[in-house]
């Protein structure tokens, strides 16, 4: 037998026979206090966070915006004919399908949008449609407008 096996089972036999009368005894409870919850013990061995929010900040930075698409003369010229037909059929509240951009609250771009929406006016003072529930849409930032 080589000298560290001979150790080794020196090392295990006196440990065992120290402590063999308490090996399988149930864990001790207290008579005061109530046993933890799982989930609060776990908290005690949860990684610290130094840096509190990174995670969230990474998230937003990976998520993903668009540019608004600059739009041609003849595109835009048949868009102002379609806003022209729903100005002159506002007494009927006009139901149609938008396709625009919605710019991101947080950072630069944004996303198209397309909804089927009732136009409540055209507001050409500020250059928008109010739809029916209220909201403006900016003219400038429609791309498609399909009438129902």
């Known amino acids: 037998m080589s000298r560290l096996v001979e150790i080794e089972n020196k ?5 065992s026979n120290k402590y063999h009368d308490m090996i399988n005894l149930p864990p001790p409870k207290s008579r005061k206090r109530p046993p933890m919850s799982l989930s ?21 930075t990976a998520r993903r915006t ?18 022209m037909m729903i100005h002159e059929n506002i ?14 609250d947080k950072k630069e771009g944004g996303s198209y ?3 089927k929406r009732a136009v409540k006016r055209v507001d050409q003072a500020h250059g928008q449609l109010l739809m029916l529930e209220g909201e403006g849409i900016p003219v400038e930032d429609i791309f ?5």
Do not use: C, M, W
């Not at 007494?91 to 396709?99: G, K, L, Y």
């Not at 498609?144 to 129902?148: D, H, S, T």
């Open 113 to 115: 949008v397309t909804e």
């Open 40 to 60: 609060n013990r776990a908290a005690q061995f949860a990684p610290f966070s130094a840096l509190t929010g990174h995670k969230e900040i990474i998230k937003e």
């Open 91 to 104: 007494p009927n509240r006009p139901e149609i399908i938008i396709t625009y951009f919605l710019p991101d």
């Open 66 to 83: 668009g540019e608004k698409i600059e739009l041609e003369e003849d595109a835009i010229r048949r868009l102002n004919e379609k806003i």
């Open 11 to 15: 090392y295990v036999n006196e440990y």
């Open 144 to 148: 498609q407008i399909e009438l129902l």
